[in-house]
């Protein structure tokens, strides 16, 4: 029997304007949450808590406008959807084929000339105008290999950043051939992908956070050849984004409840860390047991 969901019963249509900010959540068993975004707390504050069904985690985050239209990217498909849309909890299967997973979400934009599709083992770019009918093939994915992340990459864009559970490097997009739709692309790091980043200032900053809570702020790591080995960055390592000013950043941890359901805890801190490439950071939330790190999103006003 499904789990009953309440932590969303407080938001109906019309408490959402069309120019209101709504956090989108991913989740692993297909679903896309939308809840109003939760004010800033200080690090180890607890946060919000949403409910979810047995087992079921988040895997992304995104600040949007309520009227936003954004491309969003399944396991191997992809489809158009207007924020509006959507219920306060919807199951990817009203969009798309049943057994697709969303896995990102890209905001349209005129100014995105590719889209780079990054698994665990592969780069790809593709033209973005490749990607004008909806529900259609959008990477050809290996039986072992799994979709990370699709990116925006816009004209400045120069490189993207890899991050592995301990290693990082960041790959100049000139080395990734541009490829149609439904190919697999070329080989990426020595090393499994789990979060990455597009950068077009060699300045930026990193923040990261390790599967024990720790919220470091770093320098990039160095640029490397696609399919070299990266250099020690943070240790434990869940996600990796790259900090902009004026960002603030949303910790999402998962915790069992009970037989019936997961425990989900939003936290957003504000960014008050010292630079530093030593050491794991500062110790951010503190996770009780059995709760564990799902992944990290940075977020201004513009929802990017």
């Not at 890899?162 to 100049?172: E, H, Q, R, T």
């Not at 300045?203 to 640029?223: E, H, N, R, T």
């Amino acid at each position: 029997m499904e789990t009953k969901i309440n932590a969303f019963d407080v938001i109906s249509e019309v408490d959402i304007a069309s120019n209101d900010d709504v956090m989108i959540y991913l989740t692993s068993d297909g679903y896309i949450l939308k809840d109003v975004p939760k004010q800033i707390n200080k690090r180890g504050a607890k946060g919000k808590i949403l409910d979810l069904h047995k087992d079921e985690f988040i895997t992304n985050s995104y600040k949007v406008k309520n009227n936003t239209e954004f491309i969003i990217f399944g396991n191997n498909k992809y489809t158009n959807i207007r924020t509006y849309k959507l219920d306060k909890r919807t199951h990817i299967s009203k969009f798309l084929p049943t057994g697709t997973i969303p896995k990102s979400i890209i905001i349209v934009d005129d100014n995105i000339k590719q889209f780079l599709f990054v698994t665990k083992k592969y780069l790809k770019l593709t033209n973005s105008d490749e990607y004008t009918t909806t529900s259609k093939l959008s990477i050809n994915l290996e039986r072992d290999d799994e979709l990370v992340e699709v990116l925006p990459v816009r004209e400045d864009d120069e490189y993207v950043a890899l991050f592995g559970s301990d290693k990082a490097m960041m790959v100049s997009l000139s080395e990734i051939p541009v490829y149609k739709r439904v190919s697999r692309g070329v080989v990426g790091a020595k090393f499994i992908v789990k979060s990455a980043s597009i950068v077009n200032d060699k300045k930026s900053l990193v923040i990261s956070i390790s599967a024990s809570g720790y919220l470091k702020k770093s320098k990039l790591p160095p640029v490397r050849s696609r399919h070299k080995s990266g250099v020690k960055f943070h240790s434990g390592l869940v996600d990796a984004r790259i900090k902009r000013d004026g960002m603030d950043v949303i910790v999402i941890t998962t915790k069992k409840k009970s037989d019936d359901g997961n425990g989900v805890r939003v936290v957003t801190i504000k960014d008050d860390l010292r630079v530093t490439n030593k050491g794991n950071g500062v110790k951010a939330i503190k996770l009780e047991k059995g709760e564990s790190i799902t992944t990290l999103r940075l977020i201004d006003g513009d929802g990017q």
